[in-house]
């Protein structure tokens, strides 16, 4: 059974920096694409970033991209996600994703970030 457990969220001034971490289990993790998907207030699920099994691809949308990093720890189960100079558009339920769609794929309970002044 595919459990993800995501952390690190909070109320962060504009410019500030968190680290996401999630947390997985009932999986070999190692083997899988993991990413990370947010979903601001009233508006739809939007594909962050993505790392490949081994932690060597990551890919980033535009807005993110020079600003977040993704990585993982694959003998600890967890994938990270450093996020540098937020910006209240950063504001939005942040959730990890397991496997290759990162829209339908199991995902956990979400964790909140709050970019405000």
């Known amino acids: 059974q595919v459990h993800l457990v995501e952390s690190g969220g909070g109320l962060v001034q504009p410019g500030g920096s968190l680290r996401l971490s999630c947390a997985a289990s009932?999986?070999?993790?190692?083997?899988?694409?993991m990413n990370w998907v947010r979903q601001a207030p009233g508006k739809g699920l939007e594909w962050v970033s993505s790392?490949?099994?081994?932690?060597?691809?990551?890919t980033y949308t535009n807005t993110v991209r020079g600003r977040f990093t993704i990585s993982r720890d694959n003998a600890k189960n967890i994938v990270y996600l450093q996020m540098n100079s937020l910006k209240p558009e950063d504001t939005a339920v942040y959730y990890c994703?397991?496997?290759?769609?990162?829209?339908?794929?199991?995902r956990g309970q979400g964790t909140q970030v709050t970019v405000s002044s």
């Open positions: 994703v397991k496997g290759s769609n990162a829209v339908t794929g199991p």
């Open positions: 009932g999986f070999t993790f190692s083997s899988y694409i």
């Open positions: 790392i490949t099994s081994g932690g060597t691809g990551k």
